[in-house]
């Protein structure tokens, strides 16, 4: 995550010197259509007002649009224009697939603090996180630019001259729903391995987060995306619900909680649809008492406070091992006191808006949970209002917990916010066992500077993305996904190609037919 920390310094010089270009919008009222349809902006068809829901600016409240729910007919309208626009596409090579995937890597990048805006908008993330955001988002996009032209199949040379070789295939039209916390990742990490496979597809975002889905459809365009290719349909549960059962759907990719997931799950089963599941997380960080402490400081608060503490992989079970426990606590305290809480858009800011007053209240009542079940509160965990113009928005202090242990309730299960618990340990088979003693396995760390150690503990550990002596880094390239509970399949990396693609075999027989009739 250093790599975080240089680019916001980077950002931040990068401002000072050209602050005329710069200024940041306070108000951003939506008056543009929010869904993509066959490559324009389209209101939907649906006009039932029950079906409807307000964007609000999470620090504010302030409402930017009422958003219309997607109907059946509106999904049809999409699914139907990316089975079409994918017939055009699949007949491209892979070559000419990824040069309009890197155009619009470089268009993303043109537009980097457009798309940061609405992403802060949409979130209440701080707007130096969310530029980062879009420069990893970027780099995915040219990524999978790049992988478009080598996804091939193999030859496999058998016995007397006879052959067999591979196709890998497209598999159709795939369709996505994503989560809040990084709405315009959620939509490039899915739809930039979707299409440089050859498939096309259609995305329903978070109804918190519609804003940059829909310019990532113009961005697309803008490259050279033929029309139906990428389509944006806004909605909520049920929308969602359509495009699961939309018989020409072929794939879902979804990234969201569990009990959502299960029920994605549960839909595409009916029609043996292939599916992707990024899922929910209550992940370990493991702190060995040879750790260099400082970083390992920061290494916690990188894994628990970016993004208000709502990031999936976060490491919210901090055990640290007895001898340096109150050190280490001191030192965590102190820096987490330090942390700035208010404007989204100012440069100093370091914990914004959480994202709705639903999740608010759901953090603060398991802070309540964990106090009466013993933890004590050494730093934040409350609501705060920065300035009186956010008086409607809902903000919380980063809270870190101490005297935890493993059957708390704000131990097991996902907040979803800052609240980091700390718990302590004495030897390493006994924390491997307590790090495991979850349903979820989305990631875990360790910070040791033994290096045997640090690699193996990674290998007894039960989850996905593992980091040593740091956390939450996602370079581009690098698969990430879950174990158990939390997914099935894997983004960002080469492996995601296997997921948005199916292989053909072919068997040549190059001599006369033997049979045993
Ligand atoms: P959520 O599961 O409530 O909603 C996710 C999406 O599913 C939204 O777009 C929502 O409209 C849609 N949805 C809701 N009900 C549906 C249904 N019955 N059928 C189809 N779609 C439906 O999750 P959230 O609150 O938006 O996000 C938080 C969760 O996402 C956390 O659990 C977090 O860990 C997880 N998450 C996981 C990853 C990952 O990569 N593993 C990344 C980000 C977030």
């Known amino acids: 995550m250093s790599c975080l920390v240089k680019n916001r310094l980077v950002y931040l010089a990068a401002l000072h010197s050209r602050s005329c270009h710069t200024v940041v919008a306070k108000s951003a009222v939506v008056t543009q259509p929010l869904n993509f349809l066959n490559g324009k902006r389209m209101e939907p068809v649906n006009t039932d007002k029950q079906q409807q829901f307000p964007l609000q600016y999470p620090a504010t409240g302030e409402v930017l649009k009422t958003v219309q729910s997607s109907g059946a007919v509106d999904v049809d309208i999409a699914v139907t224009a990316a089975k079409n626009g994918q017939k055009i596409w699949a007949s491209m090579s892979g070559f000419e697939r990824g040069q309009v995937l890197k155009r619009a890597a470089d268009i993303c990048r043109s537009k980097q603090e457009e798309l940061a805006r609405a992403e802060t908008f949409d979130t209440g993330k701080p707007i130096w996180e969310a530029r980062f955001d879009i420069q990893g988002c970027s780099d995915s996009v040219e990524y999978y630019g790049g992988l478009a032209s080598t996804i091939s199949g193999e030859f496999l040379q ?75 349909v806004q909605g909520e549960a049920e929308t969602g619900q359509l495009l699961c059962n939309h018989p020409s759907i072929d794939k879902m990719t979804f990234t969201g909680s569990v009990p959502v997931g299960s029920k994605v799950m549960e839909a595409c089963a009916k029609d043996i649809k292939h599916v992707t599941l990024e899922l929910g997380g209550k992940s370990p ?11 390992a400081v920061t290494g916690a608060m990188l894994a628990n406070f970016l993004t208000q503490g709502q990031v999936c992989s976060n490491g919210t079970r901090v055990f640290v091992q007895k001898k340096i426990l109150n050190q280490f606590l001191e030192k965590l305290v102190e820096r ?10 100012a440069e100093d800011t370091t914990v914004g808006a959480t ?53 708390m309730t704000a131990v097991k299960d996902e907040i979803f916010g800052s609240v980091m618990s700390v718990l302590e340990f004495d030897s390493e088979e006994e924390v491997i066992d307590r790090a495991n003693n979850t349903e979820f396995g989305l990631a875990g760390g360790v910070f040791t ?54 292989v053909k075999s072919v068997y040549v027989e190059m001599n006369d037919v033997e049979a045993p009739f």
């Open 336 to 345: 987490t006191k330090k942390m700035k809480i208010g404007d989204p858009f």
């Open 158 to 232: 058998l016995s007397k001259r006879n052959f067999a070789y591979t196709i890998r295939e497209p598999l159709g039209v795939v369709g996505g729903i994503g989560a809040w916390n990084y709405p315009f990742q959620m939509a490039t990490w899915k739809s930039a391995p979707a299409l440089a496979c050859g498939n096309a597809f259609v995305f329903k975002p978070s109804q918190m987060t519609p804003l940059s889905a829909v310019m990532l459809g113009e961005i697309y365009k803008e490259a050279g995306l033929p029309d139906g290719c990428y389509n944006v």
């Open 449 to 502: 500077r033994d290096l045997c150690r640090a690699h193996r503990v990674i290998a007894q550990m039960q989850a996905g993305s593992l980091y040593v002596n740091n956390y939450n880094v996602y370079p581009v390239g690098v698969p990430f996904g879950g174990y158990k509970k939390s997914g099935i399949g894997r983004e960002n990396g080469p492996e995601a190609i296997d997921y948005y693609s199916q």
């Open 285 to 295: 960080l493991i702190i060995f008492e040879d750790s260099h402490l400082d970083n």
């Open 355 to 407: 994202i709705s007053r639903q999740q608010a209240d759901k953090v603060l009542s398991y802070i309540d949970i964990a106090k009466k079940e013993g933890a004590t509160v050494l730093c934040g965990g409350e609501e705060v209002t920065p300035e009186p113009k956010y008086s409607k928005g809902q903000f919380i202090s980063p809270c870190v917990l101490s005297n935890c242990h493993d059957d």
